[in-house]
């Protein structure tokens, strides 16, 4: 039942986590707990069994891959094993291209907005700041 078979039997969060999708398989059956897998678009438990063939719909973050099962292993090996456990569709690695080129972002990657900044500083000190930063350029 261990490493690479096409007849073996593995749990979706092992399947996950050899897959190199979550660092830990904790956090694989978490993830999954939180309703953002679906396996043959169904929402899956961390205990479904992984087949051959199965179409995997994965959330992390706010990107969603799309892939199809062409292996089952429970043991964690190298990137390049990893990668042939399964094989993203064409429209998951378009619609990821599609997102990273309109600078989608997570919100933790965003900056605070000037809005919320200058809401936190009195006027007057919102006014002289970018006299204060066009001084500071020149003495530099």
Do not use: C, Y
């Not at 897998?37 to 479904?48: D, E, F, H, I, L």
């Not at 051959?52 to 199809?68: S, Y």
């Not at 089952?72 to 599609?98: D, H, N, V, Y």
């Amino acid at each position: 039942m261990s490493g690479t078979d096409s007849g073996a039997r593995v749990r979706l969060d092992k399947w996950l986590w050899a897959a190199r999708f979550f660092k830990t398989r904790s956090l694989s059956a978490d993830e999954i707990g939180k309703g953002r897998v679906q396996v043959n678009g169904q929402v899956a438990k961390a205990s479904r069994e992984v087949h051959i063939g199965d179409l995997i719909v994965l959330r992390q973050g706010h990107v969603a891959r799309t892939l199809v099962v062409k292996a089952a292993s429970e043991q964690r090996g190298s990137a390049a094993a990893a990668a042939l456990l399964f094989e993203e569709t064409a429209e998951s690695i378009a619609l990821r291209e599609k997102q990273a080129w309109s600078g989608a972002r997570t919100p933790s990657l965003r900056l605070p907005s000037s809005r919320a900044a200058d809401q936190a500083r009195p006027a007057p000190a919102r006014r002289l700041e970018p006299l204060e930063r066009l001084g500071r350029s020149r003495v530099n």
